[in-house]
């Protein structure tokens, strides 16, 4: 059988001492409204995510098989589809991306490679999807015994780029 790990917050009671209280009786994450974008809006937000990305527009997906992907990770957490997913390929262009979304005010999760356990990447409310599979920068500073690399990087690839 499998046993879930138990989750404990500590409290200082009145006395001093520490009290453990279960993740089941501390209060639950707010209730967060789902996204639903009329057709012009959405229109409006993709527009503005193309935008974002240097005039990409094949760097942000509304439907299809990016959605699908970007709805789940490797958890048992149930699938929740983005409204859009954005791929930057550089820092600024994320940074333009997170500036979009918010000033319109929608929820934004960030996506490594989806291989999560725990449901982190899942864009429960909708919302957009950011995804780090195109930030691929590799730059090995030898001097400082230091390389520079983007998050969309597999170790697999950054230890054959940093082998003899």
């Known amino acids: 059988f499998w046993l879930k790990p138990q989750l404990f917050k500590l409290e200082l009671s009145s006395t001093g001492l520490a009290r453990r209280q279960s993740c089941t009786a501390m209060s639950k994450r707010p209730e967060v409204q789902e996204v639903n974008l009329t057709a012009e809006a959405k229109a409006e937000l993709v527009k503005a ?58 929820p934004m999760v960030p996506r490594g490679a989806g291989t999560g356990l725990e449901g982190g990447a899942i864009p429960y409310t909708g ?38």
């Open 127 to 164: 919302g957009v999807v950011i995804s780090t599979e195109r930030l691929r920068r590799m730059e090995l500073r030898e001097t400082e015994m230091m390389a520079v690399v983007g998050a969309g990087v597999y170790k697999e690839e950054l230890n054959k780029f940093l082998a003899p």
């Open 49 to 106: 995510l193309v935008a974002a990305c240097s005039g990409d527009a094949s760097a942000v997906t509304t439907e299809g098989e990016g959605i699908n992907d970007a709805s789940k990770d490797m958890s048992f957490h149930e699938t929740h589809a983005p409204c859009a997913v954005v791929t930057p390929a550089t820092p600024e262009e994320v940074a333009a991306a997170v500036r979009v979304c918010a000033a319109a005010k929608i």
